[in-house]
């Protein structure tokens, strides 16, 4: 349970800060770190049964007969990014409290936060690869609404959308990648994909696969060609940055490479994809942070070049390369979250980020200064700190590489010059900020400390980055031990966290990086007027919204060219499309038509139900300009289309067509008022002849179509529905009792989207208003007696007779042709008989009820039916039934299942007279104000 805690708690506790602002700000930021500190606390207890060396699982049952389930799972790999996500999360709201401004939103902020860490942990703690994809593209939007805090800036909007849009189609490629993987495995279960490797790996799906899964996350990881949209990210607060850079959103791509390392490295096209698009984006990335002259310009391109190194170290695929991964996602969280602090309180005091202007600030924040150059010299690599000794293991792998041959240099030459950048970027993060000079034209000057505890996080992790450099044994040892286990999915292999191994190569190249990376900056003046000569600005923002534009024009045209606002041609080519579906596959198969079943005799009064049926449709298409005719010969189709029930025996399904019908065609009768009663000519003679073939081909395939499906044998579970409806359902009638019972879910989802629709059309028809028309299509005058008396008494005799009749359809309905949905219709039937026969003034000065609650309660009662059931702790709309007896009443049955139909029958009744009621009040209205005028 306590792992289901520590995702659940920042998710739902995500609500708490936006209320307990009322209270102050402080308020807000405690209320957050409490529920942080929280969940914290609950995953001790399986921290510790996890570094005892015990994975730790949970499941939930969800939807078992799909496969989902909630699978959650804690191994090393989990428990390292549970500590880094909740620790350093905890630092960033005690560092946010002190860093936003007293206008910015501070609830919405930290509620936004939570959720962001909540979606983290459930992607570091998911067992189902489903599961961590919901988690994955949770993620991907509270960050679009993190980056997009400060809204006011249009930086921030564009910053956001960029990052939505890269990471959401990353997400898509994932998803895909994801159901190919469980179809390989025939799981989707990541403890099972693990196991299943060699499998994966022999699979000829596994290269389509792979590269799915990789773009998932080189899109969401920011490696080259998609890392553009991260520095553009950095127009969210710095709090958001330190936290997005170092433990979270980035962090999740390089985590999915470590989750299926086993799964899907140790292969050729493994190395060359991961390994390739690491080293390029190590470099690429190196190179252009030494060129920004914005200080969190700097730190992201710095971000997206380690997020390579990490990269490279996977696809570099031996096992102490896993190793050093593992331990430069930890180094990289600690001196990264610091840096991006530090960098928020020299913007936070000074007003700008520009390193042209913020010069000399070791006078004036010698404190910050102290902290900041230490984590910049661990992202330096310099010995003593713990950036040097991940980096040091980096070098080591590359020159044990023998994969490339005769070329196996260049991986070790170009890890060095990745290593001369890094030492560039961070000595000019340290000199050009906190010495060259002075301050030029600070917005606030002169600048100071910041508030105590702002500093106190940054203090905590240059601190460890000091501890884990000096003592790495006794500090990140087990840790790493843990997860690299977890991430190797067996032993780790014997590795050394030594800070002096002896004069080695790998040291070499750690002294060439830091001697090359000072003489390089030592030039840097040269080094830009070169590269502002040879490498022109590329503004990666604006060449990505030129291609959301053409990507918009392109579609703009396909959509014109296939909508031009013609109902008839969407219907063609919907169904062209069908014909088409059905011609192929009959075209090009070898096997029969027909089935060996014998077809059904047909008899004389079967033939002449099909036969009037079919003259009513081909009148309703013959009459269509004569519309009052259309509908009444499209009634002849439901009617017998009625009859037709009735004749197979479906006397629920004849009833509720029935009713249907009329319902429908008083729906028509009310909206044809407003229309014209004859319509004009819309379709040439070659449009009717193109429409008559297509109508014949289509219904003459789906005629095809249905002749091979009936006279071929076929399976059926109205069996299982006949056996167990009386004992399981405790219904005699099959169909109400698959209705509220078997598929009571089904029908829960189905009254939602019809009171839905409902609200939607009220919506549309409220305060609308037409011309209503004086004559009838021969010229003559509506007569002016609206409501005809006779009409008027009949259907007040009518109203009691069809409520007792709806009343005993619907008690009956569990064992006989009824139900809610039956009763409803007739009792809609009813009352909308009293509003067209006496008025709505006088229908509502007695029918005085809303139809909006009706229609809530009807949903709400059908939802508390089914959700009652839990608390007998069996699922979701499991109905119970019982035999009582009373005196005088003698034996009777009770189901919960009515109450069901109870809210199924409300809101029917709702549904039908709100539109039903809002027709009628339409044409009122057009009467009142043609009166008016």
């Keep these: 349970m306590n792992l289901l805690l ?58 078992p007969q799909a496969g989902l389930d909630i699978h959650l799972r804690m191994d090393g790999l989990a428990a390292l990014f549970v500590l880094l996500i909740l620790g350093i999360g905890l630092l960033v709201i005690l560092y946010a409290r002190y860093y936003l401004a007293e206008r910015d939103p501070m609830g919405r902020f930290f509620g936004l936060l939570l959720l962001f860490m909540g979606a983290m942990l459930g992607i570091a703690l998911s067992d189902h690869l489903l599961q961590l994809l919901v988690f994955w593209e949770l993620t991907s939007l509270s960050s679009f609404l993190l980056i997009s805090y400060w809204h006011h800036r249009s930086d921030a909007r564009r910053g956001a959308r ?65 890392h553009f949209w991260l520095p553009h990210a950095m127009a969210a607060p710095t ?65 997206i070049s380690h997020l390579g190194l990490i990269t490279l170290l996977f696809g570099i695929d031996t096992p102490l390369a896993a190793v050093a991964g593992v331990f430069h996602i930890i180094n990289h969280a600690t001196f990264k979250a610091s840096l991006f602090m530090a960098a928020g309180i020299i913007d936070h005091e000074t007003g700008t980020r520009d390193m042209r202007l913020i010069n000399g600030l070791w006078k004036y924040m010698p404190h910050t200064a102290t902290l900041a150059m230490v984590a910049a010299s661990a992202m330096a690599g310099v010995p003593l700190l713990n ?92 840790l790493l031990d843990l997860a690299a286990g977890a991430v190797l999915h067996g032993l780790v292999p014997e590795y050394s966290l030594a800070i002096w191994h002896g004069f080695t190569l790998p040291f070499a190249m750690s002294l060439v990086a830091l001697a090359g990376g000072i ?78 079943v014998p077809a059904a005799p047909v008899d004389t009064l079967t033939l002449l139900g099909a036969l009037v049926m079919m003259a009513a449709a081909i009148l309703t298409v013959a009459w269509q300009r004569r ?31 029935l009713s249907v019908e009329v319902v429908t065609i008083v729906l028509l009768l009310l909206a044809l008022y407003f229309l014209p009663q004859q319509g004009p000519a819309e379709s040439s003679p070659l449009r009717r002849g193109r429409d008559l073939l297509l109508a014949a081909g289509v219904g003459g395939g789906v005629g095809l179509l249905a002749w091979g499906m009936f006279t071929r044998p076929y399976a059926t579970i109205a069996n299982y529905y006949v056996e167990n409806s009386l004992s399981g359902g405790g219904g005699a009638n099959v169909v109400n009792v698959i209705l509220v019972d078997f598929r009571g879910f089904d029908t829960l989802g189905e009254i939602t989207v019809l009171a839905i629709a409902a609200i939607g059309i009220y919506a549309l028809l409220n305060n609308l208003r037409l011309d209503m028309p004086a004559t009838d299509a021969g010229g003559r005058p509506w007569s002016g007696e609206r409501y005809p008396l006779v009409l008027a008494q009949l259907t007040r005799f009518l109203l009691p007779l069809a409520l007792l009749v709806s009343v005993y359809l619907f008690l009956r309905g569990h064992n006989a042709p009824g139900g809610g949905f039956i ?89 039908v007279m709100l539109i039903l009621a809002n027709l009628g009040k339409l044409t009122q209205r057009c009467a009142a104000g043609k009166e008016g005028e």
Aim: proline share 6%; net charge neutral; glycine share 8%.
């Design 6 to 63: 520590i995702v659940l708690l920042p998710l739902l506790g995500a609500l708490l800060p936006p209320l307990a602002i009322r209270f102050g700000r402080s308020a807000s930021a405690w209320t957050a770190a409490a529920i942080t500190l929280a969940a914290l606390l609950f995953a001790l207890e399986p921290l510790t049964t996890v570094f005892a060396g015990t994975p730790l699982e949970a499941h939930w049952a969800w939807l």
């Design 162 to 226: 960029m990052a939505l849009a890269i990471t959401g189609a990353g997400g898509l490629a994932l998803l895909a990648g994801f159901l190919l993987l469980g179809h390989i495995v025939g799981s989707y279960r990541i403890v099972d994909v693990l196991d299943a490797g060699d499998l994966i790996r022999a699979h000829p799906l596994y290269l389509p696969t792979l590269l799915l899964i990789l773009l998932g996350a080189f899109t969401k990881s920011a490696q080259f060609p998609f």
């Design 823 to 911: 009763a409803g219709l007739v009792t809609a039937v009813a009352l909308i008989l009293q509003y067209m026969a006496s008025g709505i003034d006088w229908t509502q000065q007695r029918w005085r009820l809303q139809y909006h609650p009706i229609i809530a309660a009807g949903v709400l009662i059908a939802a508390a039916t089914g959700a009652g059931s839990w608390l007998f702790d069996r699922p979701f709309l499991t109905s119970a039934f019982g035999h009582f007896h009373l005196p005088l009443a003698g034996e009777f049955e009770l189901a919960t299942a009515m109450l069901f139909d109870l809210g199924v029958y409300l809101t029917v009744v709702g549904v």
């Design 519 to 596: 003489a390089l900056y030592s030039q840097r003046h040269r080094l830009f007027a070169l590269h502002d000569r040879i490498f022109p600005e590329v503004d990666a923002r604006a060449l990505f919204w030129e291609f959301i534009t053409w990507l918009m024009d392109a579609a703009h045209a396909v959509t014109r060219a296939l909508e031009n606002g013609s109902q008839q041609r969407y219907a063609a080519l919907l169904l062209l499309a069908a014909l088409a579906a059905i011609a192929l596959p009959l075209l090009g198969g070898s096997a029969p038509l027909g089935g060996p």
């Design 239 to 303: 709090p958001v940055s330190a936290y997005l850079h170092s433990a979270t959103m980035v962090k999740a791509g390089v985590f999915l490479l470590a989750r299926l390392y086993p799964a899907l490295s140790g292969t050729d096209p493994w190395f060359f994809l991961v390994g390739g698009i690491g080293l390029a984006t190590l470099l690429f990335a190196a190179y252009t942070a030494l060129f920004q002259h914005d200080l969190k310009g700097l730190l992201a391109y710095s971000t």
């Design 387 to 478: 950036g040097f000794l991940s980096k040091e293991m980096f070098f080591a792998e590359t020159l044990h590489l023998s994969a490339l041959g005769s070329l196996s240099w260049v991986l070790p030459a170009a890890a060095t010059l990745a290593g001369v950048f890094a030492v560039a970027y961070s000595a000019r993060f340290v000199h050009d900020v906190f010495f060259n000079g002075e301050p030029i034209d600070l917005p606030k000057y002169p600048p100071h400390e910041p508030p105590r505890y702002m500093k106190i996080p940054v203090e905590i992790l240059v601190t460890l980055c000091l501890l884990v450099g000096i003592l790495p044994t006794f500090t990140v040892a087990p």
């Design 627 to 657: 519309r009052l005719a259309a509908v009444v010969a499209l009634s002849v189709v439901g009617l017998v289309v009625s009859l037709a029930f009735v004749r197979w025996s479906a006397p629920d399904l004849a009833l509720t067509q």
